[in-house]
């Protein structure tokens, strides 16, 4: 399925996370954490969340690449 995904992604042309923030170094990491908190599907979410589980999430999802 994961597989799918990444290739609707292509095929519509939607950025990937690597090409919004490079690496977890990188300066707009923490930009992107703050962001994603104050997004509307964020303030709408019925779970909580915080920018601490912002990075928690972008890290794992670095690391499972």
Known sequence: ???EVEKLMDDIHLPSLGQY???LE???FEEFCKTAVREKCS???PRPITE?????LITKAY???
């Open 1 to 3: 399925a994961a597989r």
């Open 26 to 28: 990188d300066e707009k």
């Open 43 to 45: 303030i709408i979410n």
């Open 21 to 23: 923030v490079p690496s």
């Open 52 to 56: 601490k589980i912002v990075r928690e």
């Open 63 to 65: 690391n499972r690449k």
